[in-house]
């Protein structure tokens, strides 16, 4: 074999299996091996006959201790991490050891939005105002300078967990013992009004050979009033959304992504100005990275890992109609007795895809992060209100029943 993969790897989050098999694939073609690293007692059907090692992902020594030893034993080209949480740590691994990629400082970058706003602000792309909440008193000035609502939210958190958008003074005097002793974790931003996109790309040194332009549906930190949706934009664009395509481009390379992989999130102002959300260097969480595989016919994962391998690799992608991708949710709580499988939404017309993450006997409680969900469903439609249109028919077709926790059926 041509040395070896490095590939952390968090199972039970089922999310990420399918870009793990795409990472193990695209390796496997060009003769590469891969070698899984798992959290502490998570073992995986995924990565049976695949050399595996375990350590407390979320420790960053305890990983880089067992890297070392990874390292040791195979020769490792490449490190992947698949989760955001794993991005910094990967990086470091990469610096011990000599390995190309993204290293500590790029990836601080992408993790901290404290240095991804500076950042940004220094290439010339507009962001949200923003300050540290020092204290609650330096909210409401906050507030009362930029208007309510505003965001208050982790530097270095994911799919909104422990974020907040906060409406009035009475709502912050509800927030903020829920922050206070952890204030120094937190950032406060202005609520940007406006569409909001994201850009999946992929770049090979330094340029961007492949990008898909997506508008959500709805309001991300809403995401408990209307299931998560997002809609590729990908035919007749306008000149507001080619500005969020080359802005992203900016970003990526200035926050010093050479070859990789990223899902980068904008606003569009009322009044045509782009806004910079935040980055990431992973693929787009959720649903997203199956939607572009129904709708450009490549997996970012496994195209990530050809580019890293290949220096002359180009992604062969289709056009096809616009794709859309939708979180499943429910209002019921509680322990499921029924609920409509992946094949029953994926029999619906315009369905490219479906998957069920929970079944019968899984209890749910009400959500806690943005993708604290029941699965999605990608389907297809000519443009951006027909899919959003479809939506809403598949979403009616799913069906969830539950009864309280504690009851039982038998006699």
């Avoid at 793990?20 to 007692?41: D, H, K, N, Q, Y």
């Avoid at 090979?204 to 990008?211: A, L």
């Avoid at 549906?217 to 990908?234: A, C, I, M, N, Q």
């Amino acid at each position: 074999m041509n040395g070896a993969i490095l590939v952390i790897y968090r199972p039970a989050a089922g999310r990420y299996a399918a870009q793990f098999r795409a990472v193990v694939a695209a390796a496997a073609e060009r003769g590469v091996a891969t070698v899984a690293l798992l959290p502490t007692g998570q073992p995986s059907a995924d990565t049976a006959g695949l050399p595996c090692y375990h350590a407390d992902l979320d420790d960053r020594e305890a990983v880089r201790s067992v890297v070392a030893t990874i390292v040791a034993e195979h020769p490792v080209r490449r490190v992947f991490p698949l989760f955001e949480g794993d991005v910094l740590t990967a990086a470091h691994c990469r610096r011990d050891h000599g390995i190309d990629g993204l290293d500590p400082e790029g990836a601080l970058t992408f993790r901290d939005k404290n240095v991804m706003h500076r950042r940004a602000t220094e290439l010339g792309v507009p962001v949200a105002r923003s300050c540290r909440p020092e204290t609650v008193g330096a909210v409401a000035e906050f507030a009362a300078e930029v208007g309510w609502p505003v965001v208050v939210k982790p530097y270095a958190g994911w799919a909104c967990g422990d974020t907040h958008r906060v409406d009035s003074a009475e709502d912050l005097a509800r927030v903020w013992p829920l922050i206070a002793d952890d204030r120094h974790d937190y950032r406060l931003e202005e609520y940007v009004r406006g569409a909001e996109y994201h850009v999946d790309s992929l770049l090979r040194d330094g340029e961007v050979v492949f990008e898909q332009l997506s508008r959500y549906t709805y309001s991300v930190l809403e995401f408990r009033d209307e299931p998560g949706g997002t809609v590729s934009r990908k035919h007749d664009l306008t000149d507001a959304e080619r500005r969020i395509l080359a802005a992203s481009a900016t970003v990526l390379r200035g926050f010093g992504m050479r070859t990789g992989v990223a899902h980068v999130e904008f606003f569009l102002r009322d009044d045509g100005e782009v806004v910079f959300g935040e980055a990431a260097a992973r693929a787009g969480g959720g649903s997203i990275v199956p939607a572009i595989e129904a709708g450009r016919g490549i997996n970012l994962a496994g195209e990530w890992c050809r580019l890293e391998l290949d220096p002359e690799h180009v992604p062969t992608t289709t056009l096809g109609p616009e794709i859309g991708t939708e979180y499943l949710c429910s209002d019921r709580y509680g322990r499921i007795t029924s609920i409509t499988s992946a094949a029953q939404l994926r029999a619906l017309d315009a369905v490219r895809d479906a998957d069920v993450w929970k079944s019968v006997g899984d209890v749910l409680a009400a959500p806690t992060a943005s993708n604290d969900v029941l699965g999605w469903y990608v389907c297809e439609g000519r443009d951006f209100d027909a899919v959003r249109a479809r939506f809403k028919v598949i979403r009616d077709s799913f069906e969830v029943r539950t009864e309280p926790v504690g009851k039982s059926s038998c006699g």
